[in-house]
């Protein structure tokens, strides 16, 4: 297993050290990431592979561009103490104002490399975004998340959640009120354009991860009789469950694995339809989240059928953004597609972009 060397990370004015475990540039923290840029900030940031290692590489980047990349082996726990012994040696070196963790992990790091009063972080934020309970099935490994979430909660300056929900479980756990902000995931469109456009009820998209926690193929399976046209771009463990589901029924489909993200809101701009974000009840984790695509449907002028796990679902109730079911049944979901008003939708997307957008919630950081 070879070593970073972290000579790249000299002396910059305004830098901020990101640590992260990611799979693509696609999280709450690559958001964040951009926003900086977009403020004139330069990140150095050290990037690991998340959940599986083997044939992957840690990366170390600059401004998002990658400078040194080294491949990783699964070695179980010994890939979490080299990512540890990574982390801490580069904040170390990264002449940095400001240090972020995308998990509570990440930033034990940051802050593990400020106690060693080497470092010139004088301010570490933890970036938490969503809360996992029971995050893992070792109990082991769960005492362990739970003590660190502890101990980051305790030490970081500032802690950003993305739901109330999620700020109310690590209150719970000692977090200072006084020190917590509550960010939801928020979505930015290059060129925001919000004008009338036809929406068909038949018309169905959904983006994203395409897992069991989703709850896609539950809900496509309930609704088969209602859809004319449905695209879905994404991917995950589901995948092939859930395209033999539309062969099987007939379901008119086109299917796309890998798409830009830009292009990604090209197509929902542009699509004529609504927007499917079912989330199910097992996981416990989706009690937490804060559904970026959801924010993405509905900037691009796209009502959503959600179900009422995701706190946001208040949000989709109260200001007729779309449908919000306690059970996916065919009956009422045609009752309520007939009743949802798509009259001026785009106005009320507007307003909702005015208060989701990355921006401006952001900008609520203090640095």
Request: charged content about 30%.
């Amino acid at each position: 297993m070879s070593s970073p060397h972290a000579s790249e990370t000299d002396t910059a004015s305004r830098r901020i050290f990101v640590a992260s475990h990611s799979t693509v540039m696609s999280g709450p923290i690559d958001y964040f990431e951009r926003y900086l840029w977009r403020r004139g900030l330069e990140t150095v940031r050290i990037d690991h592979p998340l959940d599986s290692y083997d044939g992957r590489s840690s990366e170390l980047r600059k401004n998002g561009k990658t400078v040194r990349a080294w491949k990783r082996e699964a070695r179980g726990p010994l890939n979490l103490i080299w990512d540890f012994a990574c982390t801490v040696a580069l904040a170390l070196r990264a002449r940095v104002e400001v240090g972020v963790g995308a998990n509570n992990f990440d930033t034990y790091g940051v802050l593990a490399a400020r106690r060693l009063r080497l470092s010139r972080l004088p301010r570490v934020i933890y970036f938490a975004a969503d809360y996992s309970e029971d995050r893992f099935s070792n109990p082991l490994l769960n005492w362990i998340y739970l003590h660190v979430e502890r101990s980051v909660l305790r030490r970081a300056d500032l802690v950003v959640s993305n739901t109330r929900r999620a700020e109310e479980k690590r209150m719970q756990l000692g977090l200072d009120r006084k020190k917590s902000l509550v960010i939801p995931n928020g979505v930015r469109l290059e060129h925001p354009r919000f004008v009338p456009k036809q929406i068909r009820k038949d018309r169905f998209v959904f983006v994203g991860s395409v897992t069991r926690e989703h709850g896609l193929y539950e809900l496509l399976e309930t609704i088969q009789p209602l859809i004319r046209r449905l695209t879905i771009i994404g991917h995950g463990e589901d995948w092939e469950r859930v395209i033999g589901l539309c062969d099987r029924k007939s379901i008119p489909y086109e299917a796309h694995m890998s798409w830009p993200h830009e292009a990604v809101l090209d197509h929902l701009r542009d699509f004529e339809g609504i927007g499917l974000a079912p989330y199910n009840r097992d996981s416990k984790w989706t009690y937490y989240c804060s559904p970026l695509k959801i924010n993405e449907y509905i900037a691009s002028g796209l009502p959503v059928i959600t179900s009422s796990v995701p706190e946001i679902a208040a949000t989709i109730k109260s200001e007729k953004l779309g449908i919000v079911y306690e059970r996916a049944d065919l009956e009422e979901m045609s009752k309520a597609l007939e009743a949802l008003d798509v009259t001026d939708f785009h106005q009320r997307a507007a307003r909702f972009y005015d208060e989701f957008n990355s921006d401006s919630l952001y900008d609520r950081v203090t640095l």
